[in-house]
C-alpha cells in the first residue's frame, strides 16, 4: 500500500508540473512571466549527489558513530507559486547509514531509502535559493555488516528493529544556480521521528543525520 502511495505522489507532480506549464500565466497578463531567470517556468529536472550519513541519539548526548558515504539521485520539480515562493517536491533514491567500532569489531549498517521531499523554495537572490520543509522516507531495505577482523557476517532486513518503514524527516538546505539548467546544492536531513520507538538511556532512540550535496540539472 505505501508503495502505491509513493507512486502516485509521482503521478500528482508530474501531473501538477503539466497543468502548470498550460495554465499559468503572469498577473499582468501577455504568458509566462520572465522574470529572474524565468522565474514563473515550472521545470523538471535531474539530480544525483553523495550523502555523507551517521546516527545520533536523542536520549544520550555521549552516543555517537562514524559517518558512512553513499549516493542521492532522482527526479525534482519546481512549481512556482509567487515571487519569491516556490514549491519544489522531488523523489529520491537515498542510501543512508553510519559505522560504529566496538569490541567485539566493526558494525556497519546501510539503508536505502526512497525519500520524497516537500520543499518550499525560497530564491534570495539572483542565483541564491533557500529550502526548508518536510520530508517522507520509505526504508526499502537494510544491510548489516559485522566485521571481528576473521570473520565478515552480514544480514539484512526489509524494516527497522521495530517493524517500522516510514518515517518523517526534517530538510534544510541552498542551492546556488550556476547557469540557466544547472544548479548546487547542498542539504542537511535529520529524522523527526525516533528510529527505535521505545528506547532509552541504555538503548538509544536513534536518529538518521545526513548531509547531502549534488548538482542538479533542469531538462527544461
Not at 110 to 121: C, M, Y
Request: contains cysteine; neutral net charge.
Amino acid at each position: 500500500m505505501k508503495k502505491f502511495f509513493f507512486f502516485a505522489i509521482c503521478l500528482l507532480i508530474a501531473g501538477s508540473v503539466s497543468a502548470q506549464r498550460r495554465y499559468y500565466h503572469s498577473p499582468r497578463g501577455g504568458g509566462v512571466r520572465n522574470d529572474n531567470g524565468d522565474f514563473y517556468s515550472p521545470k523538471i529536472g535531474l539530480e544525483i549527489g553523495a550523502n555523507v550519513s551517521n546516527q545520533i541519539s536523542s536520549s544520550n548526548d555521549n552516543y555517537s558513530t562514524g559517518s558512512l558515504g553513499g549516493l542521492n539521485a532522482g527526479l525534482t520539480f519546481d512549481l512556482p507559486i509567487i515571487y519569491p515562493l516556490s514549491f519544489a517536491p522531488e523523489v529520491l533514491y537515498s542510501q543512508k547509514g553510519y559505522e560504529a567500532t566496538t569490541v567485539d569489531g566493526v558494525f556497519t549498517q546501510r539503508t536505502h531509502f526512497i525519500d520524497v521531499p516537500l520543499l518550499a523554495k525560497f530564491r534570495v537572490g539572483p542565483v541564491f535559493n533557500f529550502y526548508v520543509g518536510p520530508q517522507l522516507s520509505y526504508l526499502l531495505s537494510t544491510t548489516n555488516t559485522y566485521d571481528n577482523g576473521f570473520v565478515v557476517d552480514q544480514e539484512q532486513h526489509y524494516e527497522n528493529n521495530n517493524g517500522h518503514k516510514s518515517f518523517l524527516d526534517g530538510v534544510l538546505g541552498v542551492s546556488f544556480d550556476i547557469g540557466r539548467s544547472v544548479d548546487l546544492h547542498a542539504r542537511y536531513t535529520l529524522d523527526l521521528q525516533k528510529t527505535d520507538y521505545n528506547g532509552n538511556t541504555y538503548v538509544p532512540n536513534y536518529r538518521n543525520q545526513v548531509w547531502q550535496f549534488g548538482i542538479g540539472f533542469k531538462l527544461n
